[in-house]
């Protein structure tokens, strides 16, 4: 436990002594904070895409209005779409975290020390994992900041939180990520090459979102729709944004997390009876 | 401390090393000798757990290193050749991560640690970034790291190569001091590191232990018969004659280039002749007599010591005519490709 938890403090100090966690940290404020001002601050400014679905939204239930004031219910209307941005660029900035976190012990040989020490490599990958995912964590944790915001202007903004669906969001998103991250291990075990590593889970994590796409498809067979939804990382999210808790999801994400981390590590491994 | 017996490892169609075998007392220096890719970081590799042998069974400290590793694990101490090491840590904090990951805690911990870098002469570079240390210092931090937890065995790859001259000696003198009552195992392919630092050396060559022995047996120093190297300028053939009918003599041959003695005052149309004694008379004033008496002009005449490196090349060169025929002796000196190329540009920087 005491060689876990140092190697655990080690690799969190790592991402922060290195500019990598800081570049994700910002990229991810700076497009977060967009993304939230058009959906959130201005959802009846002519720069938001949610404009005229609003609209239509208000005039089919006048329970959004709140007298002359409109009041739009913005857990409903607004937090799906915007968790649903943030899983993409989850996609292509996860990646960038992940790359290096075995890859970089592997070219610089460090690695060889870690093998030889009194270290299991479950300890070593939980530690790495553990470490990155206190970085994504402060990502989720800017989330739930933009929804104390509405909560604490009272609907001046123009909408209130419902906090239940919203954290349900949370969840989801923190899901999301966890699960991309744990894929993203799996590359970064099986490279030395940081960019390969990236480059690889980056393609992976475009896939499972994409794939989400087939489901809609009309040509497609239903078997394969089915399977192409239960898949698709980003459409497993989607009921989680919109506050719909289902076991099977949760269930789901667990098992990406628990088979990605249990691949790396077998990977890990191979050097045994690679040489 | 270390038996090692039959190991053989094979990677893909490459047998690194075949049925090596050797034994470390406890408290030894071993010197692990062989050419770059002989199959001397495999065999630490496999001793230090890192991968396991393909067969063969190799126990430290009375644990097996396949079925009782982390035991292993926790008594050695291990630097690999390129000395990896977390070049964004300060050294203080390194060895202090190594500790914890090596178990130890609390005031022992705290104590270990400042002990082992003031150990290594680190102690003025405690604060600075190991990315900022020259290679002799990071060598002194792999050392730290490796003796952080008063391992019983240590366990050394190539622990000067890629040192420039006088980081190389301080390195020995302090491997040398810091081995104490450890049981030590130092892989070079420097002949004269193993005679300054080892008790014992085995030499590796193509995966094969070619010799294993202490150096004064290797280099003859206990034989029952000595050399004197003859240098003379005249006619050859009348000094064996006569050096043959010398009673005691066992025998005379003359010596090939890289026997002669390093005579560096005039040496022209000279020669040299190999005269085997036994060791318990001292037969050489007879024999500076016979052949002084033959008529030639003697110009030097020493015992000759047979030199480590003598040693090596013999058991290397009798392996490589044995394995001539054998068609993968080409392919085992590729067998360690990174470690050895990359040593070479170490080297040559």
């Known amino acids: 436990m005491r060689a876990f938890l140092a190697l655990f403090k080690r690799e969190v100090a790592h991402y922060f002594t290195s500019p990598i966690a800081y570049v994700v940290l910002v990229i991810f404020s700076f497009l977060s904070a967009w993304f939230y001002a058009i959906g959130f601050l201005f959802p009846f400014s002519e720069y938001s895409e949610q404009y005229p679905m609003i609209q239509m939204q208000m005039r089919q239930n006048p329970m959004m209005m709140g007298g002359n004031y409109p009041v739009p219910n913005f857990t409903e209307l607004i937090l799906p779409g915007f968790y649903g941005t943030l899983s993409i660029v989850l996609i ?20 060889e020390l870690l093998y030889t020490y009194p270290l299991t490599d479950l300890q070593v990958v939980l530690a790495k994992y553990l470490a990155c995912m206190v970085v994504f964590t402060v990502m989720a944790l800017l989330l739930i900041l933009y929804l104390l915001i509405p909560d604490i202007l009272k609907g001046e903004l123009g909408g ?13 998103f923190y899901l999301f990520g966890a699960a991309a991250i744990a894929l ?49 990382l980003t459409n497993r999210s989607q009921d989680l944004y919109k506050g719909l808790l289902h076991l099977s999801d949760i269930v789901f994400f667990a098992c990406v997390v628990t088979g990605s981390l249990f691949v790396t590590m077998r990977a890990l491994e191979s050097h045994r009876w690679r040489g | 401390m270390i038996e090692v017996q039959k190991l053989n490892k094979i990677y893909g169609s490459v ?36 991968f396991p042998a393909t067969s063969g069974s190799a126990k430290v400290a009375g644990f097996d290193v396949f079925n009782q590793l ?26 202090d991560l190594v500790a914890q990951i090596k178990g130890l805690g609390g005031r022992d911990r705290k104590k270990a640690v400042e002990k082992v870098i003031s150990d290594v002469g680190l102690t003025s570079m405690k604060r600075r970034l190991i990315k900022k240390l020259s290679k002799g210092y990071r060598q002194r931090v792999g050392l730290a790291q490796a003796l952080v937890n008063n391992p019983e065995v240590l366990i050394l790859d190539e622990p000067t190569v890629g040192l420039d001259p006088k980081q190389i000696i301080e390195i020995r003198s302090l491997v040398k001091h810091l081995a104490g009552e450890r049981t030590v195992i130092l892989s070079t392919h420097i002949l004269p590191e193993v005679s300054m630092t080892c008790d014992r050396v085995t030499i590796i060559h193509q995966g094969r232990i070619v010799a294993s022995d202490t150096i004064a047996n290797l280099t003859q120093q206990n034989a029952k018969t000595v050399e004197i190297a003859l240098t003379f300028r005249g006619a050859r053939d009348r000094v064996e004659q006569s050096l043959r009918g010398l009673h005691g003599v066992v025998s005379v041959r003359e010596a090939q280039e890289r026997e002669r003695p390093r005579i560096t005052v005039g040496n022209d ?11 318990d008379s001292d037969l050489r004033g007879k024999v500076a007599k ?6 030639v002009e003697l110009i030097d005449l020493r015992p000759r010591e047979v030199t480590l490196e003598e040693v090596f090349i013999r058991a290397v060169s009798a392996e490589d005519r044995h394995e001539d025929s054998d068609a993968t002796a080409s392919t085992l000196s590729a067998s360690e490709p990174s470690q050895s190329t990359s040593g070479h540009k170490e080297e040559n920087r």
């Open chain 1, 92 to 111: 292509f900035l996860l990646p960038l975290l992940t790359m290096r976190a075995i890859s970089e012990e592997k070219r610089q040989g460090t690695i």
């Open chain 1, 160 to 172: 209130v939180i419902q906090w239940k669906p919203a954290l349900s969001g949370v969840l989801g």
């Open chain 1, 184 to 232: 993203g291990f799996i590359f970064s075990a099986i490279t030395e090459n940081q960019i390969v590593a990236a480059a690889l889970s980056f393609t992976l994590l475009l896939f499972l979102w994409v794939v989400g796409w087939a489901a809609q498809g009309e040509n497609i067979p239903e078997h394969w729709r089915k399977v192409a939804e239960a898949v698709s």
């Open chain 2, 15 to 50: 047998h690194a090393i075949r049925d090596v075998s050797f034994e470390v007392g406890k408290g030894e220096i071993l010197g692990f000798l062989g050419p770059n890719g002989a199959g001397k970081t495999t065999t630490m590799r496999i001793l230090t757990g890192y």
């Open chain 2, 70 to 95: 982390d035991e292993v694990r926790r008594r050695i101490g291990y630097l690999p050749e390129q000395v990896p090491l977390y070049l964004d840590m300060n050294v203080e904090a390194y060895i």
């Open chain 2, 269 to 279: 149309g000279a020669s040299t002749l190999l005269v085997a004694i036994p060791s």
């Open chain 2, 290 to 295: 016979a052949v002084t008496d033959s008529g």
